[in-house]
């Protein structure tokens, strides 16, 4: 007999999605990280802010070219990124592991894609990469990072073609380009059906992706829905990054687009999903 899903255990799913968190070790270390993750927050928000208002214009009139001040922009913002995640370590709310930085810096004209666990994901690619572009959520220009944002980076209300052309612009100007498959973050448990944009994009521009496993101890607190105030309930957030062999789209050329995107979709969540287990 097929098994009926009640709409109530549906519309009540988030409430018993964090029903295996482990009790909370230890009271006052868990507020004290729940303080400095305001704070972090806070920071991060000034940050932008300035970025906006007070880098990016004057910065504006000294690069003769768009391409020459998304580039410099860009830096910029890697290594802010880099003083924000070594903020968040010395006050020990996070440890950050990539396998290797060197190769980062030296990624270009690629795009790399990796599953997204938590909000701060992007903020620990960036700070590896000097040189990334990213497409970010349309409804983020309407927050805080709007100032960053419409100067640097490409937005998903975009239709798709306009989406493509600047995405292949910035991938054959040098940068990488940045593309959570799931185009959202993954939940706690299981993952979200991965988008072929990245595929799709990467067979227009010729250039490869790269693939990104983000692991580390539970993300609870910065998760999709999570509360503000929540936090890991037994360890700062330990992040590690491993990158994996390059996907040609070379490699797909055979195939009619739509099949060749597929495929090369089911071979990205494959690396991923075999870090992962």
Not at 129 to 158: E, F, H, M, S, W
């Given at each position: ?184 973050r993954t939940p706690r448990h299981g993952v979200n059906p991965y988008k072929k944009g990245a595929a799709r994009i990467s067979l227009a521009s010729g250039c490869p992706i790269v ?57 990205l969540r494959a690396a991923i999903d075999s870090v992962s287990q």
């Amino acid at each position: 007999m097929e098994k009926r899903t009640d709409p109530d255990s549906l519309s009540n799913a988030y409430r018993y999605a964090h029903d295996d968190l482990p009790p909370v070790s230890n009271y006052v270390l868990y507020w004290y990280r729940i303080f400095i993750k305001l704070i972090c927050f806070s920071l991060f928000g000034t940050g932008s802010i300035l970025l906006a208002v007070i880098i990016f214009p004057p910065m504006r009139l000294f690069c003769r070219t768009k391409d020459g001040f998304r580039h410099t922009a860009s830096a910029f913002v890697s290594a802010a990124f880099r003083f924000f995640v070594w903020f968040m370590e010395f006050f020990r709310v996070v440890q950050f592991t990539p396998d290797g930085r060197n190769k980062y810096r030296n990624l270009h004209s690629c795009i790399i894609t990796a599953n997204h666990p938590s909000l701060l994901d992007v903020v620990f690619i960036i700070s590896l990469v000097p040189d990334a572009d990213c497409i970010v959520r349309g409804g983020l220009t309407k927050g805080i990072l709007a100032g960053v944002i419409r100067q640097l980076y490409i937005t998903n209300t975009l239709d798709y073609e306009t989406l493509k052309a600047d995405c292949i612009e910035s991938l054959h100007s040098g940068s990488c380009l940045i593309i959570f498959p799931e185009g959202t973050r993954t939940p706690r448990h299981g993952v979200n059906p991965y988008k072929k944009g990245a595929a799709r994009i990467s067979l227009a521009s010729g250039c490869p992706i790269v693939p990104l496993h983000i692991g580390g101890t539970d993300k609870f607190g910065l998760g999709k829905h999570d509360p503000m105030l929540a936090f890991n309930h037994t360890d700062k957030y330990v992040y590690t990054m491993t990158m994996l062999p390059q996907i040609d789209p070379a490699s797909y050329r055979g195939l009619p687009e739509p099949v060749a995107a597929k495929h090369m979709t089911q071979d990205l969540r494959a690396a991923i999903d075999s870090v992962s287990q």
